[in-house]
């Protein structure tokens, strides 16, 4: 359960970090945006979402060994991506609040 | 970001284009099929109702598989090897060679009654489905291992020529645009699937190559050992061999789990007792002869991504270690990146990431493939019968090939162990329906057009519920019945193959609400010169 659990975490630091670096890009910025409220707001540093990443990673070569936290991570960054593409595909204006 | 010539990109773009053209069909196949094995034990348990039963991974050999061994009359010098049942694999499976006779046998075990087991005559996933991924059962001069050797070397060459035509990838990594024209949701979607897992699809056909690496270079391997191959790959594996003396011997099998424990002792004393030693098979070597000698083989790592390639031969009169084989380094590496590929490792998380990687894969090469058909119909409006035959290899090759695998399924629980017809048996009329089913979705698309896309989703969509149905009326195992047994190999069987009509569904429905909205858009402009291009986009 506590694996499951620690997985689940790796998960979220992932996707969280593909948010952070697609919210950092002016393109998806603005569709995420959209409404005329973009231009008032900061454009976010990428460095969130690669520290996100990167903690990802961290958490899970800690919680396997090398070799299986390396492949996990990858899988799960892989698969984020694809999830917060697909999240930003539908226009997510909820996603308003982190984008400070 | 590397700054490219246009002339370099366009020519890139070119490669791209027509070796995923060529080889597109080829690699949704092999893709597919790999996807598909690395759940081959868990298919096989919903295929061999038989493989049903929960097991340990510590279970002992004696009480189980000594009688039967003792009662096995095999000539002096036979070999047999057994394999420990494990969570994936429950039964202890017994796998004989008669020296006098020549001829193989095979013993199905209960793990913890012992007692031999009906056999469901079937080739499942692991003797047809998974050597589809890697030889595609073309058997003649090892030419189906040549063919998918090729394909992988052409998927590296697509990775690279992929990552080159894009000007920003970054950029182009997040993007999906799903209320644009078809045409750009297709590209948006193999740029995106084939971005995101970029590097498992390099390592993927690497580590595939390097598996069969005795096979593709078997000559150069064969030539310090006078054109002997089998000679080559026991060097490499450190294999072991001892001759034959020739003289009867005059002790009897005794025990195989003494064995077994000193092997994995030896293993955890040498690895400092870290992770989870267990041997996967034994084998009993030159039966009944003085020389006779058990070898205990450790194959996977289960901790680990790699594979462990550990065995040691004791002698089964005197107990003397004969051999004791540890890997190389360099065997070692080898070893990782076939252990990378082979997906035999205790972690399902990673398994089922590994299953939505192979599918990303299968997305990936649809989408590329349905560009470029697009992109032939759009130009090839003047030569019909081409634009025909791309798109019912199109077809065929993607919604057909999964019909064939539902056929395969259903096949599987609609015949019975005695079916045969016209000298066939059950396992190979099983293999009839696929390649029936198969060949018949290639002729559907090329009498219906494009709406065999929509037929045969519906197809898609039916025999996997009927599959999923079958299950539960031949076993009585449906999905909540599995799941309170603890059967989850079956119940994730059930609940992918109702994913998979649900999908089939969704997507009749986005293809059903894009042509609406072509349709929509046709009637507003009113220009019937329009129509080439928009049924281009709708496919």
């Known amino acids: 359960m506590i694996e499951t659990l620690s997985l689940l975490v790796v998960f979220l630091l992932c996707l969280a970090g593909n948010v952070y670096l697609i919210l950092s890009q002016e393109k998806h910025r603005a569709a995420v945006l959209e409404g005329g409220i973009s231009t008032a707001l900061k454009r976010l540093s990428p460095w969130i979402g690669w520290g996100c990443l990167l903690a990802g990673l961290a958490l899970s070569i800690s919680l396997e060994s090398l070799a299986f936290g390396l492949v996990t991570w990858f899988f799960m960054a892989a698969l984020s991506v694809i999830l917060a593409a697909l999240t930003l595909a539908l226009r997510p204006h909820w996603l308003r609040r982190f984008a400070f | 970001m590397i700054k490219v010539s246009e002339d370099f990109r366009r020519t890139m773009w070119w490669l791209h284009s027509w070796a995923g053209a060529?080889?597109?069909?080829?690699l949704f196949v092999i893709f597919w099929f790999g996807t598909l094995s690395v759940f081959d034990q868990e298919i096989d348990q919903w295929m061999k109702p038989e493989l049903r039963i929960t097991s340990g991974d510590n279970i002992a050999l004696d009480p189980i598989a000594l009688p039967q061994l003792q009662a096995l009359d095999v000539a002096q010098g036979s070999e047999i090897m057994i394999v420990r049942p494990e969570q994936r694999w429950p039964t202890v499976d017994?796998?004989?060679?008669?020296?006098?006779?020549?001829?193989?046998?095979?013993?199905?075990?209960?793990?913890?009654?012992?007692?031999?087991l009906k056999q469901t005559n079937s080739l499942a996933a692991t003797d047809f489905l998974f050597p589809m991924h890697?030889?595609?059962?073309?058997?003649?001069?090892?030419?189906?291992?040549?063919?998918?050797?090729?394909?992988?070397?052409?998927?590296?060459?697509?990775?690279?020529?992929?990552?080159?035509?894009?000007?920003?990838?970054?950029?182009?990594?997040?993007?999906?645009?799903?209320?644009?024209?078809?045409?750009?949701?297709?590209?948006?979607?193999?740029?995106?699937?084939?971005?995101?897992?970029?590097?498992?699809?390099?390592i993927m056909p690497l580590s595939g190559i390097m598996i069969f690496a005795t096979t593709y270079f078997a000559g150069p391997l064969s030539l310090p050992f006078a054109g002997d191959l089998a000679a080559a790959e026991r060097v490499l594996d450190n294999g072991f061999e001892r001759p034959l003396a020739g003289q009867a011997s005059t002790t009897s099998l005794g025990g195989i789990d003494t064995f077994i424990k000193r092997a994995e002792d030896i293993w955890r004393q040498a690895s400092g007792a870290q992770g989870r030693e267990r041997s996967d098979f034994v084998y009993l070597h030159n039966m009944h002869d003085e020389n006779a000698y058990?070898?205990?083989?450790?194959?996977?790592?289960?901790?680990g991504v790699g594979m462990a390639l550990n065995h040691i031969a004791f002698d089964l009169k005197t107990g003397e270690i004969l051999s004791l084989v540890n890997p190389t380094p360099v065997q070692q590496v080898l070893a990782w990146l076939k252990g990378f590929h082979f997906v035999q490792f205790d972690h399902w998380a990673l398994r089922w990431l590994y299953f939505c990687g192979g599918l990303s894969g299968c997305i990936m090469i649809a989408c590329g493939f349905l560009l470029?058909?697009?992109?032939?119909?759009?130009?090839?409006?003047?030569?019909?019968?081409?634009?025909?035959?791309?798109?019912?290899?199109?077809?065929?090759?993607?919604?057909?090939?999964?019909?064939?695998t539902a056929c395969f399924f259903i096949a599987n629980r609609l015949l019975t162990n005695a079916a045969e017809l016209a000298g066939f048996d059950r396992a190979a009329l099983e293999v009839w329906a696929f390649f029936g089913v198969w060949i018949a979705a290639f002729a559907h698309a090329a009498l219906r057009g494009r709406a065999a896309w929509k037929d045969q989703l519906w197809a898609i969509a039916v025999l996997t519920i009927a599959a999923a149905a079958l299950n539960w009326i031949t076993t009585g195992d449906w999905l909540m019945a599995s799941m309170s047994q603890s059967l989850w190999a079956v119940a994730g069987m059930d609940i992918v193959l109702l994913t998979t009509a649900l999908t089939a569904l969704l997507t009749l429905k986005a293809m059903a609400r894009q042509e609406a909205g072509l349709e929509k858009q046709s009637g507003s402009i009113g220009s019937s010169q329009m129509q080439p291009r928009m049924s281009g986009q709708a496919e």
Not at chain 2, 161 to 178: A, D, M, Q, Y
Request: charged content about 20%; glycine content about 8%; some cysteine.
């Open chain 2, 294 to 303: 058990i070898s205990v083989e450790r194959y996977y790592e289960r901790d």
């Open chain 2, 134 to 202: 890697y030889s595609l059962h073309a058997s003649w001069q090892n030419i189906g291992y040549w063919i998918v050797a090729f394909a992988a070397l052409s998927m590296l060459v697509l990775v690279i020529s992929g990552v080159f035509i894009h000007r920003k990838i970054i950029e182009e990594f997040f993007t999906l645009r799903p209320k644009k024209p078809a045409r750009r949701v297709i590209l948006d979607l193999h740029t995106l699937f084939g971005v995101a897992a970029l590097p498992f699809y390099v």
């Open chain 2, 372 to 404: 470029w058909m697009n992109a032939r119909l759009r130009k090839g409006a003047k030569a019909p019968a081409k634009v025909r035959a791309a798109r019912a290899f199109t077809i065929g090759t993607m919604t057909g090939t999964l019909c064939a």
């Open chain 2, 22 to 26: 060529g080889l597109a069909g080829l």
């Open chain 2, 94 to 116: 017994i796998y004989y060679t008669d020296r006098a006779t020549g001829e193989d046998g095979f013993l199905r075990l209960d793990p913890h009654t012992g007692a031999a």
